[in-house]
């Protein structure tokens, strides 16, 4: 185990460790975002094995307990490493820790998924393929011809169509789908140009996600959407960690100050 990387002054990253499996081997990394997901995270890693030939494989852990990512099953699984997030902040905290740590190491861009298991990571190399074709945010989406949205809850579907989707694409003008869907993919050159600046402590829960999406498009960056397949449960409890009120209320809060430009440099 490792501590963390040394950052640019300028960079706020909360602080972490790092297990690494094996040296990088890939072009590309894949960061997924776990905390507390029991076997649905086991069965996603189980199944992302075979990608690992052409990305590198990466937890990023905001501080599970619950025994999941024990280390013999992420080698196993072909998992390169695993970061485990020991500062303050949930999902933005998470993602400006791998994506920093990932920027450290010369990755040229970074593909970022949930780790509860509801998106088909079979798609990865349609993001591989975005990225090397010079597309700088690359949106993963199941509105588009190709992708699929199985069992999505109602007020999910209709509060992502009529509300977060719009929003979104008026702040960035340029139509997006999908906003609220956590497959994506950033390049370097997104994720390090001084006009961005990610690597603020002002991203904590889902800002950092809203914030890219509309800041790319609107200084310039090539921006594309891919399809994907999200798949939720037939029955039983939504795996996610949005509440459906206060959660959903705080979601609309930071969706309007994105929106609003609030979190630019």
Same mark, same amino acid.
């Given at each position: ?13 909360? $602080?972490?460790?790092? !297990? ?100 088909? !990571? ?10 090397? $074709? ?42 997006? !789908?999908? !906003? ?32 890219? $999406? ?52």
């Amino acid at each position: 185990m490792s501590l963390a990387a040394s950052f640019p002054a300028d960079w706020q990253v909360p $602080a972490y460790t790092c !297990t690494e499996f094996f040296p990088k081997r890939n072009r590309y990394a894949m960061a997924v975002f776990v905390i507390n997901e029991g076997e649905r995270i086991r069965r996603q890693l189980a199944k992302m094995t075979p990608l690992a030939g052409r990305v590198d494989i990466v937890v990023a852990d905001g501080g599970s307990t619950d025994g999941s990512l024990d280390e013999a099953f992420l080698r196993e699984a072909g998992v390169r490493l695993k970061l485990v997030k020991t500062g303050p902040g949930k999902l933005s905290a998470q993602m400006r820790m791998a994506l920093a740590h990932l920027m450290t190491e010369g990755y040229e861009g970074v593909i970022v998924v949930d780790g509860n298991d509801k998106d088909d !990571t079979s798609a990865a190399p349609l993001f591989i393929e975005a990225l090397d $074709a010079g597309i700088d945010h690359v949106q993963g989406s199941r509105y588009v011809k190709g992708g699929q949205a199985i069992n999505t809850p109602f007020m999910r579907h209709w509060g992502v169509t009529l509300l977060h989707a719009p929003m979104i694409s008026l702040a960035a003008r340029r139509r997006y !789908t999908d !906003t609220s869907n956590g497959f994506r993919a950033y390049s370097r050159a997104l994720l390090t140009d001084p006009r961005v600046k990610p690597f603020r402590d002002v991203f904590v829960g889902y800002e950092l996600h809203y914030y890219l $999406a509309i800041r790319s498009s609107r200084l310039g960056f090539k921006v594309k959407e891919v399809p994907v397949t999200r798949r939720y449960p037939e029955s039983g409890p939504i795996p996610s960690k949005i509440s459906p009120f206060r959660g959903s209320v705080g979601i609309l809060k930071v969706l309007a100050r994105a929106c609003m430009g609030r979190y630019n440099p």
